[in-house]
C-alpha cells in the first residue's frame, strides 16, 4: 500500500524590490501606478536620430552608490546593479536576513532572475572600445558582466545567499517563469525561500536597433512619447522599449508566518507552454497561450469564474495583442468577457524578460491594498479586442483582489502564466 505524497508547501511573497521608469522603490512605485502618466519620452541615452522608433522608457535616478559600495558599483555593469539593487531591496522589505530570527540559512535560499538579453548593453560599449583603441581599453569586468547569470551570481555574494541560483532566458516570459520555477522549487521543499523575478537594461544602439529592424517598435508618435505605449488600443503600432527589473522574496508559508513576516500574496499557480510556429510572430489563434493559461488555473486549483483580475501582457504590437485577447478568451472562458483587465505597459514601456516580474508586482499590491492600475492610453479597441475583452480598466479601480491571473508571451512563442492570490485563501 502506497502512501499519500505530502501536501505540496505554499509559497507567498514578503518582498518587493522595484526598478522601473515610474518609480524606483515601493513608495515611489505605488504613487507612479495611481499617477497614470506615462514616462516614455524621446530617447537621451543614445542618438535615436538612425531608427524608426526614437523612444523609450528609461530610468533615470537610478544611483547604484544608494544601493551599494562604489567599489562593488565599479566591478559591475547596470544589469548586475539593477539585480543587487532590487534584490536588497525585496529582503529589506521582506524583513529576511538569511539566519536570522528564523529565517532560512543561506543554504536553504535560491535565486531565480531572468532576463532576455543580460549584460548586452555593456558588451556593447566594450566593443565599442576595443574598436576604437584595441583590447587593453576593455574593462576586464567583461567577460564576468555579459552572461544572464552575473546579476543573480552578484546578487548571491553580496547577499550570502548559497542555494540554486538559476538563470532564465525565455525572452520577454523570463521574469514571469523565474518566479513560477521559484515557487515550484519552494513548493517541492528544494529550497525554503527563493528571490525570484527580472531584470532588463536593452538601452544601447544596437540592442535597441535589433529590435527597430524588424519593426517590432512603436514610431508613429515619436513626437508624442507619452502616448506611445498603448496596449490594447486600435491606434498601437509596437512596443516600446523600457528598462527595469522586480525581485520578489518568496518564501514558505511556514516560514513567513513564523518569523511574523508581511505576507503580499501567494503564488497559486504557473504553468509555460510553447506555441512552436514562429520566432516572432504569436499563433494568431492564441491557442497555445490560452493552455498556458488553462494549465496554470488548474495548477493553482482556480475556477476561471474566481479570476478577480487580469494583468495582461499586451506589449502594445498590432499581432500581439489580438492574439493575447484570444488566449485570454479562451483560457478564461465565459468569465473572459466580464473579468477586469489592465494592460500596464504604457506606465513601464515594455522591459522584455522583466515585465513578468513588474507586473506580478503590481499582482502583489493588488491582493494586498485592493487597487488595481489603469490601461493609459487606452482610447478605443478595435472591435474583435473589445468583444472578447469588453470590461478593459481605462481607470485604476478599488476592489477586493484575490485571485489574479497574470500573462507573458515573449519571442519564439514561449508563454508563460501565473496565478496569484491572497495567502487568506485556501
Known amino acids: 500500500m502506497t502512501s499519500a505524497p505530502p501536501p505540496r508547501r505554499r509559497a507567498v511573497i514578503t518582498g518587493i524590490g522595484v526598478i522601473s521608469a515610474v518609480g524606483i522603490g515601493l513608495p515611489a512605485f505605488r504613487a507612479g501606478l495611481r499617477a497614470a502618466r506615462s514616462p516614455v519620452r524621446r530617447i537621451d541615452r543614445f542618438d535615436p536620430s538612425p531608427f524608426r522608433s526614437q ?42 536576513v538569511p539566519g536570522v530570527a528564523g529565517a532560512p540559512d543561506g543554504e536553504r535560499i535560491g535565486i531565480y532572475l531572468g532576463s532576455a538579453l543580460g549584460g548586452i548593453a555593456f558588451a556593447e560599449t566594450q566593443h565599442e572600445k576595443y574598436l576604437e583603441r584595441g583590447l587593453r581599453s576593455v574593462s576586464p569586468t567583461l567577460a564576468l558582466a555579459v552572461f544572464g547569470g552575473a546579476a543573480p551570481a552578484n546578487l548571491g555574494i553580496a547577499l550570502d545567499v548559497r542555494g540554486p541560483i538559476l538563470s532564465t532566458a525565455n525572452s520577454c516570459a523570463s521574469g514571469a517563469v523565474a518566479i513560477g520555477e521559484a515557487a515550484k522549487a519552494i ?3 528544494e529550497v525554503d525561500a527563493a528571490i525570484a523575478g527580472g531584470i532588463e537594461v536593452p538601452l544601447s544602439p544596437l540592442a535597441f536597433g535589433a529590435f527597430d529592424l524588424i519593426r517590432a517598435l512603436g514610431h508613429r508618435f515619436n513626437d508624442d512619447p507619452i502616448h506611445a505605449s498603448r496596449p490594447m488600443d486600435g491606434a498601437r503600432d509596437g512596443f516600446v522599449m523600457g528598462e527595469g527589473g522586480a525581485l520578489l522574496v518568496i518564501e514558505a ?75 485570454i478568451s479562451a483560457g478564461l472562458g465565459e468569465r473572459a468577457a466580464t473579468v477586469p483587465v489592465s494592460a500596464t505597459k504604457g506606465l513601464t514601456g515594455h ?55 497574470s500573462t507573458s508571451f515573449g519571442f519564439g512563442g514561449l508563454n508563460a502564466a501565473l496565478v496569484l492570490g491572497s495567502a487568506r485563501e485556501g
Open 187 to 189: 513548493r517541492a521543499g
Open 253 to 327: 508559508l511556514e516560514s513567513a508566518v513564523a518569523r511574523g513576516a508581511h505576507i503580499y500574496a501567494e503564488v497559486l499557480g504557473y504553468a509555460a507552454t510553447s506555441d512552436a510556429h514562429h520566432m516572432v510572430q504569436p499563433r494568431a489563434d492564441g491557442r497555445e497561450a490560452g493552455r498556458a493559461v488553462s494549465l496554470a488555473l488548474a495548477d493553482a486549483r482556480v475556477r476561471p469564474d474566481e479570476i478577480d483580475w487580469v494583468s495582461a501582457h499586451a506589449s502594445s504590437t498590432p499581432i500581439g495583442d489580438i492574439a493575447e485577447a484570444r488566449a
Open 55 to 96: 523612444v523609450a522608457a528609461q530610468v533615470d535616478d537610478f544611483e547604484p552608490l544608494d544601493f551599494m559600495d562604489p567599489r562593488a558599483a565599479r566591478a559591475m555593469d547596470r544589469f548586475s546593479q539593477f539585480g543587487l539593487a532590487a534584490g536588497r531591496m525585496a529582503m529589506a522589505d521582506a524583513g529576511l
Open 351 to 405: 522591459p522584455l524578460g522583466a515585465t513578468g516580474a513588474i507586473e506580478a508586482a503590481m499582482a502583489s499590491l493588488a491582493i494586498a491594498e485592493g487597487w488595481v492600475p489603469a490601461t493609459v492610453n487606452l482610447e478605443a479597441p478595435e472591435p474583435e479586442l473589445a468583444a472578447l475583452l469588453p470590461n478593459l480598466l481605462r481607470e485604476g479601480r478599488d476592489g477586493t483582489y484575490d485571485r489574479i491571473l
